[in-house]
T-cell receptor, first 115, second 118 residues
Framework: SQQGEEDPQALSIQEGENATMNCSYK?????LQWYRQNSGRGLVHLIL?????REKHSGRLRVTLDTSKKSSSLLITASRAADTASYFC???????????????FGQGTILTVHP | GAVVSQHPSRVICKSGTSVKIECRSL??????MFWYRQFPKQSLMLMAT?????????EQGVEKDKFLINHASLTLSTLTVTSAHPEDSSFYIC??????????????FGEGSRLTVL
């Protein structure tokens, strides 16, 4: 089953606006992480939120986690043209078993911020 | 800190040849590295988990004889695509975790290697 489905698939906004991306998942998790990928490049870790946390901030980023709904959101405030990239959520299952250390990535949201 | 270097960044090869991609952790020892594959405008698919000094663990549907993984040292894992065919053309990305954080921490990614098989 698909773990980490994101919406919207693509988001186009103007500089200065806020961007919100959502991620849903299907199984219980240890933590959920958000990554950014510039076109043709590797991924960069943005923020990690543990299953017992509800909200986390890092600079202009705000992540929420609702384990009852199995969903998370990433908010980028006061967006900049340089924020243009693909954003992926990734879930890590609990300890033990064959899923040790494995991240399952969502389909990603392509964010375009127009200057 | 926590820099992962991947080489080559781009490679073009003829069908039937083998290609080796290297993944190095530059400033830390990575007992575990992960290899992902990404098709255009799609998500990352985990191919295998590479463990230093032991055999790699492959995900279901990934041919271990096609994608050979060797993790001979604490800072180097290699992925060899054997007898490459055009359908193997893809973006391959490696990642590693810091020691002691494999089950809870973030992944550090290489810059990826774009393989084109003619």
């Amino acid at each position: 089953s698909q773990q980490g489905e994101e919406d919207p698939q693509a988001l186009s906004i103007q500089e200065g606006e806020n961007a919100t991306m959502n991620c849903s998942y299907k199984t219980s998790i240890n933590n959920l992480q958000w990554y950014r990928q510039n076109s043709g490049r590797g991924l960069v870790h943005l923020i990690l939120i543990r299953s017992n946390e509800r909200e986390k901030h890092s600079g202009r980023l705000r992540v929420t986690l609702d384990t009852s709904k199995k969903s998370s959101s990433l908010l980028i405030t006061a967006s900049r043209a340089a924020d243009t990239a693909s954003y992926f959520c990734a879930t890590m299952k609990g300890a033990g078993g064959t899923s040790y250390g494995k991240l399952t990535f969502g389909q990603g949201t392509i964010l375009t911020v127009h200057p | 800190g926590a820099v992962v270097s991947q080489h080559p960044s781009r490679v073009i090869c003829k069908s039937g040849t083998s290609v080796k991609i290297e993944c190095r952790s530059l400033d830390f020892q990575a007992t575990t590295m992960f290899w992902y594959r990404q098709f255009p405008k799609q998500s990352l698919m985990l191919m295998a988990t590479s463990n230093e000094g032991s055999k790699a663990t492959y995900e279901q549907g990934v041919e271990k004889d096609k994608f050979l993984i060797n993790h001979a040292s604490l800072t180097l894992s290699t992925l060899t695509v054997t007898s490459a065919h055009p359908e193997d053309s893809s973006f391959y990305i490696c990642s590693a975790t810091l020691p002691g954080t494999a089950n809870t921490g973030e992944l550090f990614f290489g810059e990826g290697s774009r393989l084109t098989v003619l």
